[in-house]
């Protein structure tokens, strides 16, 4: 790849990438041709190859490798764009909710969990989105990381905050049931 990043005669398309790494959007520049991957002991087999670069430096070069050649290098780059939002995604859900960390003894125990504990991720979104604006603006600040949006971190803990003050007020019944059945007696 070195060769085609110093060589004068690439010919670079710039394009614009939504949402690259949560920084909004960016000009990037691309190339592409078709190549061939070849496996040791298998036949070769056709692929997309997309250089990009950063015309700002921001990143380092990277390709990225597709095995339908038809595709469109712009499409390419928006699939690999977009897989950071599922990637957070699965960390948030490893770090917070133990997705891939359980002890089961069985595999057919964790093809159940795993599934399980997606749908808790979504759940917990749901709720936060369902909370008012003033509980959804609880963000933990941390004096390294400033952060104007809540995370999923924020999101759990202030589903958990009112999950936690229902459960509180709801260890006693209401006063009229307790007045009522005094009088009875």
């Known amino acids: ?11 670079w398309q710039q394009v614009s ?9 960016r000009q990037i520049e691309i190339t592409s041709a078709t190549a061939v991957w070849h496996h040791s002991g298998l036949p070769g087999v056709p692929i997309r190859w997309v250089p990009i670069r950063d015309p700002e430096n921001r990143f380092e070069p990277q390709s990225l490798l597709c095995t339908d050649p038809a595709r469109d ?3 390419i780059v928006t699939w690999f ?6 990637e957070v995604t699965f960390q948030k859900a490893r770090a917070h909710l133990g997705v891939e960390t359980q002890r089961q003894w069985s595999d057919k125990a964790i093809v159940r969990t795993t599934p ?16 008012s604006a003033r509980e959804r603006r609880q ?30 007020s709801s260890m006693s019944g209401p006063r009229r049931d307790r007045i009522s059945s005094d009088i009875r007696n």
């Open 1 to 11: 790849m070195s060769k085609i990043l110093i060589d004068p005669g690439t010919l």
């Open 17 to 25: 990438v939504p949402g690259r790494y949560g920084m909004g959007e």
């Open 73 to 75: 290098a712009t499409q």
């Open 81 to 86: 764009v977009r897989r950071w939002q599922v």
């Open 116 to 131: 399980c504990l997606l749908a808790l991720f979504s759940i917990v979104t749901l709720l936060a989105t369902r909370l």
């Open 139 to 168: 963000i933990a600040v941390t004096a390294w990381y400033p952060k104007s949006q809540p995370t999923f971190s924020d999101a759990l803990a202030a589903v958990r905050r009112t999950i936690w003050r229902e459960e509180a």
